[in-house]
C-alpha cells in the first residue's frame, strides 16, 4: 500500500509569482486535506477536498486555491506569493470526512518565497 | 471547535514513562480526542484516538475522565526516538474533517 506522497520536495519562488504543490492520497482514501506549517506552529488547515468538491476551508485568502482529480490526487495553488507564505505545505488523505477519521500525513513541500 | 491546552514543552530521560495532559474545557458531546506526533520536518502521524475511558495500543495509552474535560497521553519507557512534538487535538465528527493544531507539546528525551 502506498502512502502520501507530495512533489516537489523543496521550492523557491519570488515574491509575486504562482507555485503548484501536488500530492498522491493513499489508496482508498477520497479526502484530502491541506495544511500550512510555518517554522515553530503547529498546522493550519487550509482547506479539505472531498470526491473532488471543495469540502470546507480554513481562514486563508482566495489565492490559495485547489483540486481534486478522479483519482483522489490533489493539487493546491497559491498566487502572487508573499514573503509569508514560505511555509512546509502538507497533505493528508483520509479514507472519509469527519474528525474521527485518521489523517495520513505526507513528508510535505517545504516553500521558500525570497 | 473545541480548543485545546497542552504543554509547551516537557522533559524526559530514557526508560520513563512520559504522561501529556491536554485540557479541552468546551469539548462537544460528538468531539472523538486525537494524538498526533510529528518529527521535524515530517507530517504529523496518529498515535491514538478516544472517546472516553481508556484507549490502549502499541505505543501509547489515552486516559479520558468521565467528564471528557481533559486528557492524558501516557508513552511507557520513551527512548530518544520519542523526542518529537505531541499535538492533542479535539474534532467534531460533522459534515467535514478539520484538525485544529494549536503549537503541541515538545517532549525531549535525554539520554
Known amino acids: 500500500e502506498t502512502g502520501v506522497t507530495q512533489s516537489p520536495t523543496h521550492l523557491i519562488k519570488t515574491r509575486g509569482q504562482q507555485v503548484t504543490l501536488r500530492c498522491s492520497s493513499q489508496?482508498?482514501?477520497?479526502?484530502v486535506s491541506w495544511y500550512q506549517q510555518a517554522l515553530g506552529q503547529g498546522p493550519q488547515f487550509i482547506f479539505q477536498?472531498?470526491?473532488?468538491?471543495?469540502?470546507g476551508r480554513g481562514n486563508f485568502p482566495p489565492r490559495f486555491s485547489g483540486l481534486q482529480f478522479p483519482n483522489y490526487s490533489s493539487e493546491l495553488n497559491v498566487n502572487a506569493l508573499e514573503l509569508d507564505d514560505s511555509a512546509l505545505y502538507l497533505c493528508?488523505?483520509?479514507?472519509?470526512?469527519?474528525?474521527?477519521?485518521?489523517?495520513?500525513f505526507g513528508p510535505g513541500t517545504r516553500l521558500t518565497v525570497l | 471547535l473545541a480548543k485545546t491546552t497542552q504543554p509547551i514543552s516537557m522533559d524526559s530521560y530514557e526508560g520513563q514513562e512520559v504522561n501529556i495532559t491536554c485540557s479541552h474545557n468546551?469539548?462537544?458531546?460528538?468531539?472523538?480526542i486525537t494524538w498526533y506526533q510529528q518529527f521535524p520536518s515530517q507530517g504529523p502521524r496518529f498515535i491514538i484516538q478516544?472517546?472516553?475511558t481508556k484507549v490502549t495500543n502499541e505505543v501509547a495509552s489515552l486516559f479520558i475522565p468521565a467528564d471528557r474535560k481533559s486528557s492524558t497521553l501516557s508513552l511507557p519507557r520513551v527512548s530518544l526516538s520519542d523526542t518529537a512534538v505531541y499535538y492533542c487535538?479535539?474534532?467534531?465528527?460533522?459534515?467535514?474533517?478539520?484538525?485544529?493544531f494549536g503549537k503541541g507539546t515538545m517532549l525531549l528525551v535525554s539520554p
Open positions: 487535538l479535539v474534532g467534531e465528527n460533522s459534515g467535514y474533517s478539520t484538525l485544529t
Open positions: 468546551n469539548i462537544a458531546t460528538n468531539d472523538y
Open positions: 493528508a488523505s483520509s479514507p472519509d470526512t469527519g474528525a474521527h477519521n485518521e489523517q495520513f
Open positions: 478516544g472517546y472516553k
Open positions: 489508496s482508498g482514501h477520497n479526502t
Open positions: 477536498y472531498y470526491r473532488e468538491e471543495e469540502n
